[in-house]
């Protein structure tokens, strides 16, 4: 099973970044969504497709629509460059990662 | 403030076993409702879940790496523990631990880097 990321997007300060996320067993499996930052291990920043973790900010947030998992950033900040995973479970309640997507703040 | 800590080797032979342990600060493994985990991320990839083990001491593991993992208790220490058998380059990855809710992983500990190689 396979969750499905655009490998890197870029956006300008101030912009909207919606990163995907693809998997057949999306629609019945909750999706969560992490942050790296390099040399650092990932931080939850959505689970559940759209709850949001205390401490996380307000321009962090989720959605769900069939298959597909979107993470909006909104008003990005040059802090928000990093890398993003989405993360579900397949049919067997194994856990899965996406491959990751490389957002890159110009 | 609930933190985690893996220690270990940092170089495993090949054929070898990699062994890591994961020492708990903030709350007793054996109080909490949730799943203590193992994850490992090798350079360049996304995480791969390996296993996660319940303070009654089930476990449950990915089934790529089912028949080589073992993930142990030592509640007496607070500490949680990975083994890996049969280790080949292809497992040389950051190992991290982490706490498995009901709202996903969270915290993770730093991570600690095992490379395999002769």
């Known amino acids: 099973y396979e969750l499905t990321q655009p490998p890197s997007m870029s956006v300008s300060p101030g912009q909207t970044a919606r990163i995907t996320c693809s998997g057949d067993?999306?629609?019945?499996?909750?999706a969560y969504w992490y942050q790296q930052r390099p040399g650092q291990a990932p931080l939850l920043l959505i689970y559940?497709?759209?709850e949001r973790p205390s401490g996380i900010p307000e321009r962090f947030s989720g959605s769900s629509s069939g298959t597909t998992v979107t993470l909006t950033i909104s008003g990005v900040q040059a802090e928000d460059e990093a890398d993003y995973y989405c993360?579900?479970?397949?049919?067997?309640?194994?856990?899965?990662f996406g491959g990751g997507t490389k957002l890159t703040v110009l | 403030q609930v933190q985690l800590q893996e220690s270990g080797p940092g170089l495993v032979k090949p054929s070898q076993t990699l062994s890591l342990t994961c020492t708990v600060s903030?709350?007793?493994?054996?109080?909490?409702?949730?799943?203590w985990s193992w994850i490992r991320q090798p350079a360049g990839k996304g995480p791969e879940w390996i296993g996660r083990?319940?303070?009654?001491?089930?476990?449950a593991y990915n089934p790529a790496l089912q028949s080589r993992v073992t993930i142990s208790l030592d509640t007496s220490k607070n500490q949680f523990s990975l083994r890996l058998n049969f280790v080949t380059a292809a497992d040389t990855a950051v190992y991290y631990c982490a706490i498995e809710g009901s709202g996903g992983f969270d915290p993770w500990g730093q991570g600690t880097l095992v490379t395999v190689s002769s």
């Open positions: 993360q579900s479970a397949d049919s067997s309640g194994t856990w899965v």
């Open positions: 903030g709350v007793s493994i054996s109080s909490t409702y949730d799943y």
């Open positions: 083990i319940y303070n009654s001491g089930s476990t």
């Open positions: 559940k497709y759209i």
């Open positions: 067993a999306l629609p019945r499996r909750f």
